[in-house]
């Protein structure tokens, strides 16, 4: 649902071309502008994969791309409807 939220600029850059990589930040901070109450989890969530050692070129360019993402004006919850928070699944259960 946050996620739908999100205007597509957000997920672009300046001249209208999608976000290749970095979209992490493309996509969670401004689903965390938007979130009722969004939540940090700094234990036991974390996905792992195998690649190769990303280039300097490589990293210079990502650094890039977190200053445009983080230069994107902050989504006010106003102007988007926003999203209460629904119960974890295990919640659901009982």
């Avoid at 970095?22 to 195998?50: I, K, N, Q, R, S």
Wanted: charged share 30%; hydrophobic share 35%.
């Amino acid at each position: 649902k946050l996620f739908d939220q999100i205007p597509s600029n957000y997920l672009k850059h300046t001249d209208g071309n999608w976000f290749d990589t970095v979209t992490d930040y493309a996509t969670m901070l401004p689903m965390t502008e938007l979130a009722e109450h969004p939540t940090f989890l700094d234990t036991g969530y974390a996905y792992w994969h195998e690649r190769e050692a990303y280039s300097a070129r490589h990293k210079e360019k990502q650094k890039a791309l977190l200053v445009e993402i983080m230069s994107k004006p902050e989504l006010e919850k106003s102007d988007i409807n926003s999203v209460a928070p629904e119960p974890a699944s295990d919640e659901c259960l009982s």
